[in-house]
């Protein structure tokens, strides 16, 4: 894959940036990578639960009917010498970027990890709460009224019990650390993660066009099958403390209306199971914007269940234990940048189509689904204008979103790479490919809510996730581009 490397900031001081955005880039305007002290590693991991207790509080599909299993906030934190580093991942569609930021603050006034150090991600499981405005959009609502972010006269206590149990996983996991050692495991594990657009034999593109689709000439690119896992264990008595595990695929296996982690949380409690109740299995989903469970070629009628899926990776974690390799020596870095990347542009015209809703005729030959998508990312696109993109000052510039790439290092051979929005799979590969470490683990869903980041070639065929998608082509190469750089530029400082 070639990448186009493309990263300015020309003209950014001429406009301030104002809400949650001020703040983060107060403090993030520069890449930051400190050498870590040859001193022992500690770690320590905890999750708290985040589950809405409120009956029927919005869920991604609508009021939600219960919970089958419990939601969780999950962090590992990592200390090395005066270097110290944080991942909490927590079962939700995405992580706002007000989130983020507010829970990022806290976490470093109390535990003193600094902000750009700190990486907060969903797993994307479709069966979570809609605790933001940006979600429950998603039901197809038009937000009344179209301008503020209340849609609902009654109070919402849950956005701040979430951010509350975010902050509240990474110190008890920052309070409970002590020297630990590692074990990295990559193994392949097919037949569970697939490609879901094709190109049809009349050229078109079709996410998802259905089982043994008799017009489908050929699926469109490649999945990531590796499973990435970091075993960690105490380093006084080798007690298993969690794992760090990432894999390529949507979570969006588990059907119906009451919440639920997803496959995630079926690997959670098997891994549990196996080793005690305080485990903490904390899953970071990899690059898989555009992969999904469905075997479109296939001959089951049915992808595979959300237990199933759970079986299969909790078993290639636990019947190999003798391919965990031990990391030798822990090198904690960490580095962060910040990028301005195009959104796409819409016209006055597109924007009052987006706001009228059903009022408007149909301004393009598509679905009603697609079209729907589009009326929501315009309105999205404006909101972004308001209050988080940096304005033309040149010409017909594009409008630009400020976005993060963060790179861990935590050994020589072990690095983690944390990127906004649901990244192609292409852009996840081309990430490991040209990684100088041996083990590189991509958790894509970090800070901000930008939908897909698909491939410049994938624009050129549209599709559902293109339509979708707030960037304008050639984000997603920016931000592969960035995540090499970064990687190559925090490895060379050994």
Known sequence: MRLNTVISSKGLAQRPLFLVLGVALSILTIGRAVKAQQSSLESGMMEIEITPSEAGYPHYRGPSTGAHDPLFAKAVIFQQGEEKVALVVGDLLWIERDLSVKARRRIEAITGIPFQNIIIAGTHSHTSPAYHPNIRELTGTLRPPFDTQQDTGKADAYPKELEDGIVNAVIKAYEQREEVVLEVFGEEVNDLAY?????????????????????????????????????????????????????????????????????????????????????????????????????????????????????????????????????????????????????????????????????????????????????????????????EAVPPTIGDQPWRIPLEVQVFQVSEDLAIVGLPGEVFVDLGLAIKENSPYKNTIVVELTHSHIAYVPTKEAFTRGGYETVNSRLAPGGGEMLADTAIALLQEIHQKQ
Not at 265 to 281: E, I, M, P, T
Request: aromatic share 8%; glycine share 6%; with cysteine.
């Open 195 to 387: 490609n879901r657009r094709f190109i049809m034999k009349n050229g078109k593109l079709i996410t998802n066009p259905g089982r043994r689709n008799p017009s489908i000439r050929e699926v469109e690119g490649p999945t990531d099958p590796e499973l990435a896992v970091v075993m960690i264990q105490r380093k006084k008595d080798k007690h298993p403390i969690g794992t760090v595990s990432n894999f390529s695929l949507h979570a969006d296996t588990f059907g119906g209306t009451a919440f639920s982690a997803d496959y995630p949380g079926f690997l959670a409690n098997n891994l549990q199971k196996h080793f005690h109740k305080d485990f903490v299995s904390l899953f970071a989903t990899g690059a898989c914007g555009n992969i999904n469970h469905v075997d479109v070629s296939g001959t089951k009628e049915e992808g595979k269940s959300s237990s199933d899926i759970g079986e299969i990776l909790s078993s290639a974690i636990l019947q190999m234990p003798s391919k965990f390799q031990k990391v030798i020596q822990p090198d904690l870095k960490a580095i962060a940048k910040v990028i301005y990347v195009p959104i796409q542009h819409f016209t006055p015209e597109e924007l009052e189509w987006a706001i009228k809703e059903t009022d408007a005729p149909a301004l393009y030959e598509e679905t009603d689904f697609l079209e729907r998508r589009r009326r929501l990312k315009i309105r999205s696109l404006e909101r972004i204008r308001r209050t």
